[in-house]
């Protein structure tokens, strides 16, 4: 099992950037694959970016591509989200995810608000 703490988010002014991070229990990250995701008010939680446990794979919505990078240090437990070019309608709490064997484990999530 795996535990996991987000930090990073926050306010922002619209055209920002923030930095989330994921710090993970546990000395198995590494064979974990990880992702972001987000949910707004009265939405559906939703996929951002994924990544492979090795991180020689990553995927992203296409809402944010160009604008996120999902990367991660195994060495450090710890996965990230640089977060460029933010838009108001990047506003929502982000949650970090990780899978493995059909099991999946969640943050308590990170508030980021862009304003306009």
């Known amino acids: 099992q795996v535990q996991l703490v987000e930090s990073g988010g926050g306010l922002v002014q619209a055209g920002g950037s923030l930095r989330l991070s994921c710090a993970a229990s546990?000395?198995?990250?590494?064979?974990?694959?990880m992702g972001w995701f987000r949910q707004a008010p009265g939405n559906e939680r939703e996929s951002v970016a994924r990544?492979?446990?090795?991180?020689?794979?990553?995927f992203y919505a296409d809402s944010v591509k160009g604008r996120f990078t999902i990367y991660r240090d195994n060495a450090k437990n710890t996965l990230y989200l640089q977060m460029n070019s933010l838009k108001p309608e990047d506003t929502a709490v982000y949650y970090c995810?990780?899978?493995?064997?059909?099991?999946?484990?969640w943050g308590q999530g990170t508030q980021v608000t862009v304003s306009s």
């Open positions: 995810n990780a899978r493995l064997l059909g099991n999946n484990y």
């Open positions: 546990g000395r198995t990250f590494s064979t974990y694959a």
């Open positions: 990544i492979t446990s090795t991180g020689g794979g990553t």
